[in-house]
């Protein structure tokens, strides 16, 4: 075989399976449903028809503002909190660093309630501003601070020093630094981290309907509801094509900006204890700000979960295990907890190995158009609301001949469809800035494929595979909208457990989905510190 | 050379694909629908289930709500040789708008928790096969809506104003007292556009104050909503949001301390029988309230159309009815079946609840849902 030749088929062979589980279990399901809204209308006329009504105009500027401001607020903060994960080590951190992923897997609704017994009228903070902008954007910073500070720290701490060392030598100041070192090094990171962000805001359904007034309500609030609610799949096809748009158009900007940086990559942890009183304050400040937006609600539920009418105890975990045995809609919480460790693990070698896959052939493309063009291709599951994709599954999949619904692997596919997105996105921009001079010399000495990706590739994307890995379980433990679905009956997982819990009446009822919910949390910290010790990264303390 | 070398990968990865995809399409299409619209016959012999001599599974597609004792299931399938397996596929318009859009071929085949304002869509869209049950004499006239058969009352729930007993000491007795000073900003409603209570709710106000064939923005009921916003309502999205959130009554959370729920709210929040009935947590406004039938049907192209019949028949049999308020929180529909104690004693009785036929509910729903909504967005 021809070197040229092998230098194509390698890269295509390796997003081969991304791209079968895109078309099969992504556009497949997505474009039948489109098809089917579509099919007794006009195109151009359906489109005028939602461009030219003023709710829904007033709907898609409200999403536009939202996920703008929510996007600004969420990059601010997590770049400041990456700043101190990279560069600082104190007590606690590995555990900080672990915890703030937890809103990323917590079901909406038992988030909501939580921050409306804190923002809420008559709620526990002193400032109560449910029903405002501000309310959504402080929930959107909640749920996805940590993809801020997980992305760009762990391309901090890979950065090449020696080019630092060298400004700082130079006689850099700080902010010279900063504008002309820092930021364009950690610029593919930001930007990757960024359109992320973006995209959750913009698709953002449960906590706008929570937190915001009647009136501010996304374009997925409106799919959602012409979908399911109404049926009319006319509205909810332009709807979606116009979220798909969007999005799509702020992956190819942020791609533009995202130019090609080449740059040696270390493993050499620089974070050292606080030395000067100003990165004490800066320290400081980051964790108090982590504690107010991130950990309150949690305590919240906490708190909830372990307040009973006789005091404080245990009562609700107690019943969580007895009260509705003997009842079909009865979950055991720890089957809920197998169930969604199998979904959990699936997803994680499903998403993690496809993603990487198809992120090392976008690394490698030379030609930035086509590069753009995977990348947004691969992050549009993202950007497409779960009751679209959950009423495609069925259309597809549900027929007598084909029936994947009755099968286990239709949720951690699932699952992994929307997952091995934010796999590539973490990954790429590491692949990226891979020094090529080390694979050159890995050839030249003669190793094999395997024998390079076992010494050379793997361990210098040990970090962000990490990173990767943990964010593709969470996706899955959290997951509600697609498995509601697609979930076996007699397979719940953990959320599915919480939604059922909470869908009836009483005070026990309440406290039994708090109990879950702090279960849920306990579990996700617990396996993203294994996942992080499995990975001896030599920074101990990352994760 | 290169670029030949990369065309024909290309050419080739592609043709794979499409091949698989037309694979896939083709499996999918070719799957069996047996478009019989014929009525399922009666099933029970001499007025007990029937016993299959085969082994069969039945697929029972409910909301997400549905609930019985797995010692009834158990029962069930000892004495039928039917295996019951749940689908639940979420709320119930979702789970109704997911079947309509698999309609004919099925993903189950007997569909439970179909409510009186759904009916007609479903009719619409050829759902279901008729099925007359015999069990059918035993349910109280009430609830024998005319559907031609093609749907079977199981139980009935009222959407009903609960009230936090704690927080209010004389509560409203009617829609209209709500718009008093003493209860400003003091009710929380969900969104009728996105909640089944929600919709339940706007439907008592046009039952209560007319104007549902008015098509102004003067509407009776709709000046009604305007008063009541302007006396601070509270809207949320769905009943976990409104109940657990907003109400003050639910977990002591909120600070609304009234909220549309159901009639069966209440004794869900006594903890302990012997309380006395004027000492329960909450309690309910009766003028309030309005009735929801949910009924079960077999599904046009289902698998095993008798075993679905079995199934219906069974749910109105004595031990389910029996099982029905404990497991789902809703009322059996068979006469003089006996309700929990709990029940029994701290249930309101609705004697004369709100109610809006469903032809004209689904003539005019959406239209409701517009005006209402151009009060309140």
């Known amino acids: 075989m021809s070197r040229s030749r092998r230098r194509f088929l390698i890269p295509a062979l390796a997003a081969a399976p991304a791209v079968v589980f895109l078309l099969v279990f992504f556009l497949w399901p997505v474009i039948a449903i489109l098809v089917r809204g579509f099919s007794q209308s006009n195109v151009g006329e359906s489109f005028a028809n939602v461009f030219t009504d003023p709710v829904l105009r007033r709907v898609m500027q409200f999403t536009l503002i939202e996920s703008v401001l929510s996007t600004v607020a969420c990059v601010v903060l997590g770049l400041a909190g990456a700043a101190t994960f990279a560069n600082f080590s104190f007590r606690g951190k590995s555990f900080l660093r672990a915890a703030i992923v937890i809103p990323f897997v917590m079901p909406t609704v038992v988030m909501g309630v939580a921050m409306l017994a804190l923002i809420g009228r008559d709620g526990l903070s002193p400032v109560q501003f449910s029903g405002t902008l501000a309310a959504i954007v402080l929930a959107h910073v909640f749920f996805n601070y940590a993809i801020v500070t997980q992305t760009v720290s762990a391309a901090w701490s890979s950065l090449d020093r020696s080019l630092i060392d060298s400004a700082k030598t130079l006689g850099a100041s700080g902010f010279q630094l900063a504008r002309s070192v820092y930021f364009p090094l950690l610029r593919p990171a930001i930007l990757a981290a960024a359109s992320l962000v973006f995209l959750f805001s913009f698709t953002s359904f449960g906590i706008v309907l929570i937190l915001g007034s009647i009136n501010q309500r996304t374009i997925e609030v409106e799919i959602y509801e012409q979908t399911a609610k109404f049926l009319r799949l006319e509205t909810a096809a332009t709807l979606v094509i116009v979220q798909l748009v969007v999005i799509a158009a702020v992956f190819v900007v942020s791609g533009y900006f995202n130019r090609r940086i080449e740059q040696r990559t270390t493993n050499v942890s620089v974070a050292r204890p606080v030395k000067t009183k100003g990165e004490r304050v800066f320290v400081v400040l980051n964790i108090a700000i982590m504690s107010v937006v991130i950990f309150s609600p949690l305590l919240v539920v906490i708190g909830k979960s372990f307040s009973t009418p006789t005091g404080w105890g245990w009562q609700w975990y107690v019943d969580i295990f007895s009260q509705r045995k003997g009842s079909t809609a009865f979950v055991s919480p720890t089957d809920a907890m197998i169930n969604s460790f199998l979904y959990g693990l699936v997803t994680v070698l499903l998403a993690v190995v496809v993603g990487a896959l198809a992120a090392s052939t976008l690394a490698r493309a030379r030609h930035g158009f086509w590069q753009g063009l995977a990348d947004v291709v691969v992050s549009l599951p993202l950007g497409t609301s779960a009751v679209t994709v959950g009423f495609g599954y069925i259309l597809v999949f549900s027929t007598s001949g084909f029936d994947l619904r009755q099968s286990f692997w239709i949720v951690p596919i699932a699952h992994s469809v929307i997952a091995m997105p934010l796999v590539v996105r973490i990954v790429l921009p590491s692949m990226k800035r891979r020094d090529m001079a080390i694979d050159d010399a890995a050839k030249v000495l003669g190793a094999t494929w395997w024998q390079k990706l076992r010494h050379v590739d793997l361990p210098l994307l040990r970090q962000p595979l990490t990173v990767a890995a943990a964010f593709a379980f969470a996706v899955s433990l959290g997951e509600f909208g697609a498995t509601a679905f697609l979930a076996r009956p007699d397979r719940p997982t953990l959320p599915i457990a919480i939604y059922r819990t909470l869908g009836r009446p009483g005070e026990s009822t309440f406290g039994q989905a708090m109990a879950l919910s702090v279960i849920l949390m306990v579990f996700l910290a617990v396996a993203v510190a294994v996942i992080a010790r499995n990975a001896k990264s030599s920074d101990s303390s990352f994760l | ?377």
Not at chain 2, 65 to 85: D, G, R
Not at chain 2, 188 to 196: A, E, F, R
Not at chain 2, 305 to 314: D, M, R
Not at chain 2, 362 to 368: F, G, L, P
């Open chain 2, 1 to 377: 050379m290169t670029f030949r070398a990369n065309r024909t990968m290309r050419n080739r990865v592609l043709t794979v694909f499409v091949a698989a995809l037309t694979l896939f399409v083709t499996a999918c299409s070719s799957g069996g629908s047996s478009s019989s619209s014929n009525a399922v016959a009666p099933v029970l012999v001499n007025g007990q289930l029937p016993r299959f001599d085969e082994a069969v599974t039945l697929r029972v597609v409910t909301h997400d709500s549905f609930a019985m004792s797995e010692s009834l299931k158990t029962e069930f399938e000892n004495a039928t040789n039917i295996k019951v397996e749940l689908v639940p596929s979420g709320d119930a318009v979702t789970m109704v708008n997911s079947s309509i859009l698999t309609s004919g071929s099925p993903n189950g085949d007997v569909l439970f928790g179909i409510d009186d304002n759904l009916l007609s869509r479903a009719f619409a869209a050829d759902l279901f096969v008729p099925y007359s049950a015999a069990g059918l004499n035993n349910v109280d006239a009430q609830f024998r809506t005319e559907t031609k058969n093609m749907v079977t009352p199981i139980d009935y729930g009222d959407v009903c104003l609960n009230f936090d007993r704690r927080k209010i000491s004389s509560p409203p007795m009617s829609l209209q007292d709500l718009l008093s000073a003493n209860f400003a900003n003091s009710v929380v409603v969900q969104d009728p556009t996105s909640s089944t209570p929600g919709l339940a709710f706007l439907l008592a106000t046009i039952a209560t104050f007319g104007g549902g064939n008015d098509t102004s923005a003067n509407a009776a009921w709709l000046d009604y909503w305007r008063d009541l916003k302007s006396n601070g309502v509270k809207v949320s999205p769905d009943w976990e949001t409104a109940y657990y959130g907003e109400f003050s009554g639910g977990s002591g959370q909120g600070s609304y301390p009234i909220v549309v729920s159901y009639a069966s709210s209440p004794p869900a929040e006594v903890a302990d029988i012997n309380l006395a009935v004027d000492q329960a947590p909450t309690g309910v406004i009766a003028a309030s309230c309005y009735r929801q039938i949910e009924y079960a049907g077999i599904l046009r192209g289902a698998k095993h159309p008798e075993a679905a019949a079995a199934f219906i028949e069974f749910m109105l049999q004595p031990e389910f009815q029996k099982d029905v308020p404990n497991q789902m929180y809703v009322y059996p529909v068979v006469k003089d079946t006996p309700l929990p104690p709990i029940f029994e004693k701290f249930t309101t009785k609705i004697s004369e609840p709100l109610q809006i036929n469903y032809r004209e509910v689904e003539q005019n729903r959406d239209r409701w849902l517009q005006q209402w909504a151009s009060v309140f967005r």
